[in-house]
């Protein structure tokens, strides 16, 4: 049964950095595509940023620039490291193998203002 397992968030003020990780448990984690997902209150979940199987990325509009995917095989994890943090970067972070449906519990980010 593959897991997925967030940790790394918190608060900061605007401006600041937050580095979120995933920790995969299973066998198959090097086939599938990665992806961070945000809710915010009172929103839908929006894709973050993503990364295939062969290192290719994708950002959401909001992220590009600021924000980077990178994934260890060797160590089944995915990390979003996030730069120049704004107040709208609030929510909560799940990370998702989406082929499979497969969430983390989510990590809660707060950037203040």
């Known amino acids: 049964q593959v897991q997925l397992v967030e940790s790394g968030g918190g608060s900061v003020q605007a401006g600041g950095s937050l580095t979120l990780s995933c920790a995969v448990s299973g066998s198959i984690f090097s086939f599938y595509a990665m992806a961070w997902y945000r809710q915010a209150p009172g929103e839908q979940r929006e894709l973050v940023a993503s990364?295939?199987?062969?290192?290719?990325?994708n950002y959401a509009d909001s992220a590009k620039g600021r924000f980077t995917i990178s994934r260890d095989n060797a160590k089944k994890t995915v990390s979003l490291q996030m730069n120049c943090l704004k107040p709208e970067d609030t929510g909560v972070y799940y990370c998702s193998i989406p082929a499979l449906g497969i969430w983390g519990q989510g990590t809660q980010v707060t950037v203040s203002s």
């Open positions: 990364i295939n199987s062969d290192y290719r990325t």
